[in-house]
């Protein structure tokens, strides 16, 4: 059954130090309600906006790195609804209609998700202003007796990503969000793990039925999951002889299910119309190639230069770009460690999954390039056991422990001396009589002797030399006997 997928972003540029029409500061994620407020940015009368030029600067460089078209002018319109947290009554905005049009359109971002590479179209973005928030005293809208509003996020610079519906899985819509998120990482322009500077609304259909929007998802893992489950609930309906209704429905994170806000049967009537106070910017094509110039490193050119300059694979070069700390983690290593490939394999897997279970935030958590270095160096020149360096890795990660400084003091080093090895394998040998016995007569057997060695000596010993030593005693045996 086919499935087509279409998303609508609202990315926050949090990242600039003021709002997009005042000089009020930006940074108002866990500051007191209503502190960060300017008339402008609470409506009052008779005052006016001013265009924050970084904040334009900023949108375009999305645009570009989004491969879109950019308009010869931003035309800014004003959006007309009545909500508490919108103080103006209207929302400074852009539009795609008479007269009208959003200052990027027509890109295209690369996604990569099940094996397969694909292109997903945008149509277009627009610049506009964050309304306030409202919360509520009980924490729901539902039991509440009354709401609050905070100001402080009112006026912050938004861009509105709107996709084709290209996607055709949960796991491509997640996909695209991930790479994203990578991309306005790379550009500097959103930190998308502040509250509310990231929300996903994803469009579903199945078999050409109905479109039903999903509103407000908060993360990559969630559009999945909402996705999932919506597509699921979509196919019973279909299933059991029913139709898809066109509606907006809502995503609950803590119960995993999506439920119905409300049945679209028109398209609500904002009567845009050109915003009066704010002339028009013109942007030329000069200022856009000054931007350009000024672009880092995006993702795609990162994994095309990982593949160059270290020899590994698109796959691997993909994981470790998509998360910008990684990458970096990887170059600092790169300039002291040669096997490109092995400290890849180390990072992406082992190293990511303890990063994961010890919730440790590379953005602010420093991993020491050297340590994780030494301990692949100690592993290489079989110091250490493999089995010793996994052991090993959480401590580097969370302390940057000092691998080789570690092993001289607690005397950890890989036991590869044939003599020592030698006592132990007689002792084992000795306490386990049945095991010599069965050992003897069926080669599989021998691996309980070799995992007796391991326990004794608390995985040190070389487990190639151990075996080798385990089969010349048996074969001494075979012939006493
Ligand atoms: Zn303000």
């Known amino acids: 059954m086919s499935v087509r997928i279409g998303l609508e972003i609202h990315v926050q540029l949090n990242t600039l130090r003021t709002k997009l029409f005042c000089s009020t500061p930006s940074d108002y994620h866990d500051k007191p309600p209503n502190t960060l407020v300017c008339p402008v940015c609470l409506g009052m009368p008779g005052t006016l906006p001013v265009v924050n030029r970084r904040a334009i600067e900023a949108a375009i460089m999305v645009a570009l790195a989004l491969n879109c078209e950019i308009a010869p002018r931003i035309l800014f319109v004003r959006k007309h609804y009545f909500y508490p947290d919108l103080p103006k009554n209207y929302q400074i905005s852009q539009y795609d209609g008479p007269g009208m049009f959003p200052y990027a359109r027509k890109g295209w971002l690369r996604i990569s998700a099940g094996g397969r590479t694909k292109i997903v179209r945008i149509r277009r973005i627009n610049i506009e202003e964050d309304p306030g928030k409202l919360t509520y005293p009980t ?21 509105e990503i709107v996709t084709e519906p290209d996607m055709e899985s949960p796991q491509e819509a997640r996909a695209f969000v991930e790479k994203l998120i990578a991309v306005l990482d790379y550009l500097g322009v959103c930190d998308h793990r502040k509250e509310g500077a990231f929300r996903v609304d994803a469009n579903v259909s199945i078999e050409g039925g109905a479109r039903v929007e999903i509103k407000n998802i908060g993360s990559a893992k969630d559009v999945e999951r909402a996705l999932e489950f919506e597509i699921a609930r979509q196919r019973s309906v279909v299933a059991s002889g029913g139709k898809v209704r066109r509606e907006t429905r809502h995503w609950d994170p803590v119960r995993k299910v999506t439920v119905p806000i409300r049945i679209k049967e028109v398209e609500e009537d904002y009567r845009y119309f050109p915003d ?25 050119q990162r994994i095309e230069r990982f593949v160059k300059q270290y020899g590994i694979d698109e796959y691997r070069a993909a994981v470790l770009v998509l998360n910008k700390r990684l990458a970096d983690l990887f170059e600092e290593c790169a300039k002291m460690y040669r096997d490109y490939k092995k400290l890849a394999d180390w990072l992406i897997t082992d190293f990511l999954r303890w990063v994961k279970d010890l919730g440790i935030d590379l953005e602010s958590k420093k991993v020491e390039p050297i340590a994780i270095v030494k301990l692949l160096r100690t592993l290489d020149e079989g110091r250490i056991s493999i089995r010793m360096a996994k052991e090993l890795l959480p401590k580097v990660i969370a302390e940057n422990l000092d691998v080789e400084e570690y092993i001289k003091r607690t005397g950890m080093e890989k036991i590869s001396d044939v003599e020592t090895l030698k006592r132990v394998i007689e002792e084992v040998f000795r306490e386990n009589p049945k095991a010599v016995k069965d050992a003897l007569k069926n080669k599989k057997a021998v691996n309980f002797l070799v995992g007796a060695v ?13 075996v080798k030593l385990i089969e010349e005693k048996l ?7």
């Open 454 to 466: 391991m326990r004794k000596t608390r995985g040190r010993a070389d487990p190639q030399l151990t």
């Open 276 to 300: 009066p106070d704010l002339p028009p910017i013109d942007v030329p094509r000069s200022w856009i190639e000054e931007i350009a110039e000024k672009m880092p490193e995006l993702p795609d």
């Open 139 to 159: 924490g729901s809208m539902l039991t509440s007796p009354y709401s609050l509003v905070d100001y402080n996020r009112s006026g912050m610079p938004l861009l």
């Open 475 to 481: 074969r001494e045996i075979a012939r006493e006997i």
